[in-house]
T-cell receptor
Framework: EAQVTQNPRYLITVTGKKLTVTCSQNMNHEYMSWYRQDPGLGLRQIYYSMNVEVTDKGDVPEGYKVSRKEKRNFPLILESPSPNQTSLYFC?????????????FGPGTRLTVL | DAKTTQPPSMDCAEGRAANLPCNHSTISGNEYVYWYRQIHSQGPQYIIHGLKNNETNEMASLIITEDRKSSTLILPHATLRDTAVYYCIVRPLYGGSQGNLIFGKGTKLSVKP
């Protein structure tokens, strides 16, 4: 089954403790992306990747890192999480970023930073 | 900023057609209209997209006006499970960073028994 998976689905952590949220897709997609969703602010893009070793900032990249060492995986790294990074995070992928290529989203990771 | 305008909320009776409007008056000739929906904190789900012609799939129909400045998503027989926030998004035909999805506030559709 074609899908985007995220792990963990739920995470409670403390300020400053490094964490990684994994994202994996099995559709051989070149493009992957991370979003965060907060009440009243909607879905905002954090980082995206057009292909392996090619990443770029989205609208809200501060406090996050990403890497794209292989096509199927696009982990989101929080080196020193802070409470303002408490949010619902979504990973997405598509074949390319062309307008006709549909983006598929993962189920989400709910992160709480205390 | 999102290039679309949608009503913040709509209600629909179960079993009836839900017609969700979207205004995209500044759309250019090489931009698609996409529709996604998000059911209570789940990942956004693709519904349908179109360029010029009306489109239909197993989930919905998309009606785009001739001038392409507005469109309507039609769920022909809405069920309670269609209660969600529906996003109308404009995306360029060709790749590049402008193809990133930009989500607005969408329309919260409530399907009532």
């Amino acid at each position: 089954e074609a899908q985007v998976t995220q792990n963990p689905r739920y995470l409670i952590t403390v300020t400053g403790k490094k964490l990684t949220v994994t994202c994996s897709q099995n559709m051989n997609h070149e493009y992957m992306s991370w979003y965060r969703q907060d009440p009243g602010l909607g879905l905002r893009q954090i980082y995206y990747s057009m292909n392996v070793e090619v990443t770029d900032k989205g609208d809200v990249p501060e406090g996050y890192k990403v890497s794209r060492k292989e096509k199927r995986n696009f982990p989101l790294i929080l080196e020193s999480p802070s409470p303002n990074q408490t949010s619902l995070y979504f990973c997405a992928s598509s074949l390319t970023l062309a307008g006709g290529d549909t983006q598929y989203f993962g189920p989400g990771t709910r992160l709480t930073v205390l | 900023d999102a290039k679309t305008t949608q009503p913040p909320s709509m209600d629909c009776a179960e079993g009836r057609a839900a017609n969700l409007p979207c205004n995209h008056s500044t759309i250019s000739g090489n931009e698609y209209v996409y529709w996604y929906r998000q059911i209570h904190s789940q990942g956004p789900q693709y519904i349908i997209h179109g360029l010029k012609n009306n489109e239909t799939n197993e989930m919905a129909s998309l009606i785009i006006t001739e001038d392409r400045k507005s469109s309507t998503l039609i769920l022909p027989h809405a069920t309670l499970r269609d209660t969600a926030v529906y996003y109308c998004i404009v995306r360029p035909l060709y790749g590049g960073s402008q193809g990133n999805l930009i989500f607005g506030k969408g329309t919260k559709l409530s399907v009532k028994p």
